[in-house]
């Protein structure tokens, strides 16, 4: 009978996990003592990250990404490509990537911050010569398409539609982010215009409450939505440290004390995806990329905030707050769930990869202790490695999913290895794991088969009684 619980207890773990986990369970290959009838196995792996292995994982993500995204126009009706980019023609596009993988969407600003830490961790150049195509390309033809508009008035037709006629927060924030950090790494071309037309957007019309937190007119006529955090926070930091001004800070700030008030749960920790005027008492719905959102977007705030900013001990108590309320509900997987505080909702990766980002970057800005914290980002980085096919593909994604008022609707969200939103979140985990694994102040214990993240000066440990 014991027996039979445990083979469905197993059965039901990897129906949670998805076929690619059907080859466990997994023995802890850091415990060399084979004969340690106390080790037990695992669902997934359960080891210590290699950096040398991160990094090929990391590069068959960045391989895939770049032969998925091409570059290049074509005609959309016959597929022909266009190379002469002096005389517009009505039909003229981008030629469209494998997958859900627009070359403008919001979530390829993500892959590309993705990439530039990954370059950052590893040293290679490689990992932004995709961000260096992309850019080169918009450059490139930005005229072209510029003058397609002002010829055929194409509006949501046009490949450059987002910058020339923005009308959202996905329009513009993240990929303008991404074009910021580019700039002050002198990737790609000049692109100022793209910049400010998206800077404009975001710091000045989106539509926004009284007191600036950003709100869309959908699916309510006034409604805050956890993902906008990450579609403006970012863009308003890069733009405080790219012009010195002080407002962009002010405004980034302004939108998560704004957004907390309104979408956290103190008593849980966590963020609703939403928030609506009319009925602010509304049930709340706990997703979990909606958290992933706010936690990255906090963290990508504090990255460039003057820490004499009267706004940065409330940013960092906030995003500290939600990483306890986010780490206790890691799953015995080391994924997170779908609705992260339903066990029976799927395990979901972009959520997962975006919550071991941002709690292996506050270590290591120092954030947070690594006692603990460092534990669940490991085990955490573990399990997306699972996720991580031989193509470089990342399975297990939510496809984009609006802002709802039922969990039928969450819980059923499809997964597709073309949902872009995990690609970027997992080369930020990655890469930041590289970085905590070679941070000179974390230390690491391998003891009594499991591992004890400690600060260097933390003391010394003493486990003679074990002995």
Request: glycine share 8%; net charge positive.
């Amino acid at each position: 009978m014991k027996n039979s619980k445990k083979l469905l207890a197993a059965l039901a773990c990897c129906t949670l996990l998805g076929a690619a986990h059907a080859e466990g369970p997994f023995r802890n290959t850091d415990n060399k003592n084979l004969k340690d009838v106390s080790e037990g196995t695992y669902p997934v792996p359960y080891k210590m990250p290699v950096v040398a292995e991160i990094t090929e994982q990391l590069n068959r993500i960045r391989a895939y990404m770049d032969h998925a995204t091409p570059t290049s126009v074509v005609n959309r009706k016959t597929g022909a490509p266009i190379t002469d980019f002096k005389t517009p023609v009505a039909d003229a596009a981008f030629a469209e990537a494998a997958g859900d993988y627009g070359i403008m969407v919001y979530e390829m600003g993500v892959v590309h911050a993705g990439l530039m830490s990954a370059a950052e961790a590893t040293g290679d150049k490689r990992f932004t010569a995709m961000t260096k195509r992309h850019f080169d390309f918009f450059g490139q033809t930005l005229p072209y398409f510029r003058a397609q508009e002002s010829k055929f008035h194409l509006e949501r037709q046009n490949s450059f539609a987002r910058f020339i006629d923005p009308r959202s927060l996905d329009d513009t924030g993240s990929m303008c982010a991404a074009l910021m950090r580019a700039k002050a790494a002198k990737i790609g071309p000049d692109l100022s215009w793209m910049i400010n037309s998206c800077n404009d957007w975001v710091s000045n019309k989106q539509f926004r409450l009284a007191d600036g937190t950003m709100a869309r007119k959908r699916p309510q006529a006034v409604s805050l939505w956890g993902d906008d955090m990450y579609m403006a926070i970012p863009a308003l930091a890069e733009a405080g440290r790219m012009t010195g001004e002080r407002k962009y800070f002010d405004l980034a700030v302004a939108n998560v004390l704004g957004m907390s008030e309104r979408l956290y749960n103190p008593q849980l920790n966590l963020f609703t995806h939403g928030w609506h005027e009319h009925v602010p008492n509304a049930p709340r719905f706990y997703w979990a990329r909606a958290n992933g959102w706010a936690v990255v977007a906090m963290s990508d705030l504090l990255d460039v905030l003057p820490k004499d900013h009267p706004g940065y001990d409330k940013v960092l108590n906030q995003l500290r707050s939600t990483l306890k309320g986010i780490a206790e509900l890691q799953s015995g997987t080391g994924l997170w769930h779908q609705m992260i505080d339903r066990n029976d909702s799927y395990l979901e990766t972009s959520a997962s990869a975006m919550f071991t980002y941002v709690i292996a970057h506050a270590i290591n800005q120092g954030w947070i202790n690594p006692t603990t914290y460092g534990s669940v980002a490991q085990a955490g980085w573990v399990a997306l490695t699972t996720k991580i096919n031989d193509k470089g593909q990342v399975e297990g994604t939510c496809v984009g999913t609006t802002l709802a008022s039922d969990q039928v609707y969450y819980y059923n969200r499809p997964t597709s290895v073309h949902a872009l939103h995990g690609y970027g979140p997992v080369l930020l985990a990655g890469a930041e794991m590289i970085k905590l694994l070679k941070n000179p102040k974390v230390s690491v214990e391998y003891k009594l088969r499991t591992y004890h993240y400690q600060p260097k000066d933390g003391g010394k440990t003493d486990y003679r009684e074990h002995q």
